[in-house]
């Protein structure tokens, strides 16, 4: 194959790493935090040149390009792979692996070896897990260990079916307040940020108020500390339903169909190659070839 990968990105000395303490810095200073999910090598470049902090490789990759219709049959080997290829990718920003379906609630002793994993075979710098509850435990388990943990509550789609479907949630003072005890819980476990998702502005506000470390919003209002979007979502590129939260900076998919329907047609109609498209051979190697042959 003719593909080769570029390996140019920002020069790493031109950006710092950016690392825990980073975010309890820009926490502290007001400054927002930027996060984004990434999936595989050439999306992890992309998002280390666009200068962001976080780069969360996601189960929701499971949908986005891995084809399956919700986050739980993704694998821990199937994360493994696609947080390596990102690891590849990126020098500067925290690289965040999402702990699957199925893969930490058994045991804090499960959930502190898939952790390991995650963090040896693929580079990550911190792991993910969502909801409260026993998760609290849990990632009280694997920061005991010396893996950071990022929380995630409100709509949590590996039990979105226990939730009623990928809608909203906490939009009732009963379960709010259980969303409110959810992120107490993670804080107090040791949690170095928690992801608020799908949840009400005034809910955010409330618990804003209540928390010490970073927050990251998606759906969350514009009071948390930082913002991830999904980059599929994010660049157009994904032609799933978009939540209300999305915002399109970009229409990816629409340029690579249009890119390959032309690339299709050109090969139909003999367009394509063309003479500058072509190796060649010195006249006298190609009589050569033929004496050779014969």
């Known amino acids: 194959m003719s593909v080769r990968p570029s390996t140019d990105t920002v020069p790493r000395a031109a950006r710092t790493p950016f690392g825990l ?19 595989d090598f050439p999306s992890a470049q992309v998002a280390e040149e666009a200068g962001v902090d976080v780069v969360l490789v996601g189960d929701s990759g499971a949908m986005t390009v891995l084809g399956y219709p919700s986050t739980v049959p993704a694998t821990v080997e199937e994360m493994l792979m ?31 070896r898939t952790a390991q994993r995650f963090v040896k075979e693929a580079g990550c710098d911190a792991v993910k897990l969502e909801r409260g509850g026993t998760s609290i435990q849990r990632a009280k388990a694997i920061v005991e260990s010396g893996i950071p943990v990022m929380g995630h509550i409100g709509l949590t789609p590996q039990t979105a079916t226990a939730l009623g479907g990928y809608k909203s949630q906490g939009r009732d003072a009963v379960r709010a307040r259980e969303l409110v005890a959810d992120a107490e819980g993670l804080e107090a476990a040791g949690c170095f940020s928690i992801v608020f998702e799908a949840i009400p502005s005034q809910l955010t506000d409330v618990i804003m108020k209540r928390l010490s470390l970073p927050v990251i919003g998606i759906g969350a209002g514009p009071s948390t500390d930082g913002q991830v979007l999904v980059f599929h979502d994010l660049l157009g590129m994904y032609a799933g339903h ?15 169909i249009a890119g390959v329907t032309a690339y299709t047609d050109d090969v139909r109609n003999g367009r394509y190659p063309q ?13 050569k070839l033929r004496e050779l042959l014969d």
């Not at 690289?95 to 058994?106: K, M, N, Q, R, T």
């Not at 978009?242 to 629409?254: M, Q, T």
């Not at 003479?275 to 009589?287: A, F, G, K, L, S």
């Open 275 to 287: 003479p500058e498209h072509e190796y060649t051979m010195r006249d006298e190697e190609v009589v």
């Open 82 to 112: 696609l947080c390596s290829a990102v690891r590849r990718g990126l020098s500067s920003p925290l690289l965040v692996g999402d702990l699957p379906f199925g893969s930490y609630e058994v045991s804090d002793e499960q959930a502190v």
């Open 21 to 39: 303490a980073s975010m309890a810095e820009k926490k502290a200073s007001g400054e927002p935090i930027v996060m984004v999910t990434a999936y």
């Open 242 to 256: 978009a939540a209300k939260f999305v915002k399109r900076y970009a229409e990816i998919r629409g340029q690579m």
